[in-house]
Every structure is written in structure tokens, then in C-alpha cells.
């Protein structure tokens, strides 16, 4: 059950702003339970890598892209035609323009959120991003997970349960783009649409040129 917000969990304090508690609030309001353990774990893995790593990073920033990485997959955010990553980064976007935050900021929460299910690209980008999709990793198929004491995960599944994630993610996310498999084209995701589709035909990229319009 979601409890009150820690100040710090595993060494790593939890930003306390207006931004980030709206940006909990909303969380709260349209996400899940799993969802909202999940996107807090990813910032506490992401903020700690940072540390490890003395990776210079905006924890408010990063806390805001863990807290919407994830709501494209919510009804409330959910479009009828986009990748959830791209609703959850426009959500983003508007939440922070709401606030008044520059342009550069808000294309980096962003990238952050749009990317952070491209291993090949996020890794190589600004800290954020980069932090945010070493978070997500970590939590989800545990990239990382030895470099990280086993206390220090205890402390951090504590404050925010796992509670059967491995056994409940994959049709969470499914949920959140079965409407719309079409969109997982070229993405990890299209996996899961495959694992939870028995009839599911993923789109080949070599069928696509090789059926193209043109001639040669």
C-alpha cells in the first residue's frame, strides 16, 4: 500500500518540491501500485548509479522523469496512436511548461521519458536520460543488480515493494498498449505484445524495404 513520501531512502534523498510532489501526486492519482513502486525504485537506482559514478545530474528533474516514465500507460494519458513512452514524455512536457521551466529543460525530461526503453541511444545521451533508462534496467530485468548491496536494495524494496512485479509488470504493461500494438513496432516492447499475443505478427524491417514502392 502507498505510504507517506521517505525523506531518504538507501543514502539518497527524495526531492522535496512543488514540482515533484505534484509530480507524486499525479503518480498516485493515475498510476497503479506497481507503477508507483516501480517509477520510485527507478529514481533510487538511477540516483544512486549517479553517485556511484559521481555523475553530475538535477535530482528534481530526474525524480520528475521517473514519476511520468510510465504514465503513457495509464488511460489518462494513453493515446489512441503514439508509443506510451512519447504520451508519457508529452505529459511530461506540459506538466513542466505548467510550471514555466525553460525549453531546454523540457526537452530533456523529454528525451529522458521518450527514450528510456532504447538501451542503444539513452546510455549515450545527458545524465538524466541516461540515469533514467540505467533505472529502469535495473528494476525491471536487473542490469546492475551486483553492483548494488544487498542492503541497500532491501532498503529501497522496503520503503517501495516489489509485490510480485516480475509476475505483474509484463501484463501491465500490455495493458497499457494492447489497444495499440501497432505502436511497439521497433521497440522492446513489441515483445510483449508477442509474449502476451498468441497470434501476434511482429512487422519485419527487411519485408519493409523489400516491399517498398520502389523499384530497385
Not at 501500485?33 to 544512486?48: I, M, V
Not at 511520468?68 to 506510451?84: Q, V
Amino acid at each position: 500500500m502507498i505510504t507517506q513520501m521517505p525523506k531518504a531512502v538507501a543514502g539518497i534523498k527524495i526531492p522535496d518540491s512543488t514540482i515533484t510532489r505534484q509530480a507524486t501526486e499525479l503518480l498516485r492519482e493515475h498510476g497503479s501500485e506497481l507503477l508507483y513502486n516501480h517509477s520510485l525504485r527507478t529514481f533510487l537506482f538511477a540516483a544512486l548509479n549517479g553517485e556511484q559514478k559521481k555523475i553530475a545530474y538535477d535530482a528534481e528533474l530526474l525524480y520528475v522523469s521517473a514519476a511520468f516514465h510510465d504514465l503513457g500507460l495509464t488511460p489518462h494519458y494513453s493515446s489512441p496512436d503514439k508509443c506510451f513512452e512519447v504520451d508519457g514524455a508529452n505529459a511530461a512536457r506540459e506538466f513542466l511548461r505548467g510550471h514555466g521551466l525553460p525549453a531546454q529543460t523540457l526537452q530533456l525530461v523529454w528525451d529522458a521519458i521518450a527514450l528510456h526503453t532504447v538501451p542503444g541511444v539513452a546510455p549515450y545521451k545527458e545524465a538524466e536520460v541516461a540515469l533514467l533508462n540505467y533505472g529502469v534496467a535495473l528494476d525491471v530485468v536487473g542490469k546492475g543488480y551486483e553492483q548494488l548491496s544487498e542492503a541497500v536494495r532491501e532498503d529501497i524494496i522496503r520503503h517501495f515493494p516489489r509485490g510480485g512485479f516480475k509476475a505483474k509488470v509484463i501484463p501491465a504493461f500490455f495493458d497499457g498498449f494492447k489497444h495499440k500494438p501497432e505502436t511497439t513496432y521497433g521497440t522492446i516492447n513489441v515483445d510483449i505484445c508477442a509474449f502476451m499475443m498468441p497470434n501476434f505478427e511482429k512487422k519485419n524491417f527487411c519485408d519493409a524495404i523489400l516491399h517498398s514502392p520502389w523499384s530497385e
